[in-house]
């Protein structure tokens, strides 16, 4: 991957800190991005941060997660390398790396339970990962974002006899929770393939029905947004599980109309 040279000033604001940052290493990348650092969650026991990149013109709005399961590392370490090196040009990007912060801390799936159980959540519980995801629900919900693109990792890979059992999740498939498959994402994941390597590296379509708890489904159900699950195999070198990360999540990108530059994902 190439190295790109980041200049940042940093200008505090009554939301936190600003960023701006400018590639300006490249020759012909020289606009600027405008980066806030926010939080949800706030002096809860899950307090997070997420970024929110504008570009200067504008554009449909994409919101990119990591960290539902907190030993799902390569879903936050993508995450953290677009909030790196990403230069976006139009629209916005939110993006929260570690969402279920608590766990990714401890590098455990899940502290008390499943967090992508936990929703449409419930402010009130006393169990955190309820409050977690009526809160993630209501950031959702006031930003109402074109398309939300979940990043996840499984332990069983894909295999042909995977359509025999739909009800279960499997390395390099990215999921839909609508039937037929919209033409976005069939479109998205015939493109990421273009620059994945023939063979189990390649994605594919997965429908998987509807379930009342996941995220997933209800940013599908309950605000009629385009919403996809990208499941890496687990059992890859990390390095290409988050190579395979941002391939689709770069693609999502693309396909909505977010113009953007990130430096070249290259297989060796």
Known sequence: MKKILFILAIVTTAYGQ??????????DKRQY????????????????????????????????DGGIHGDEIASYMACDSIVKYLNLYS???????????????????????DFNHAFPGDLQSDTYEYRLAYEFMWLVDSVKPDLIINLHEARTKWNPKALSDPEKAYGQIVISCVQPFEDLLIRAVDNMNKNIPEGDFRYHTHYYSYREYSSLDNFVSKFNIKSYTVESYRGFAIEDRVKLQLIAALQFMKEIGLDHYYPEVNWK
């Open 33 to 64: 991005t405008f980066v806030k650092l926010d939080y949800f969650g706030l002096n809860d026991e899950y307090e997070t941060p997420y970024f929110v990149f504008k570009g200067k013109k504008p554009g449909p709005v994409m919101i990119l």
């Open 18 to 27: 600003s960023y701006y940052s400018d590639t300006s290493s490249v020759e």
């Open 91 to 113: 629209g916005t990007l939110i993006v929260i790396p570690k969402t279920n912060i608590k766990a990714c801390n401890i590098n455990e799936r899940q502290v008390n339970l």
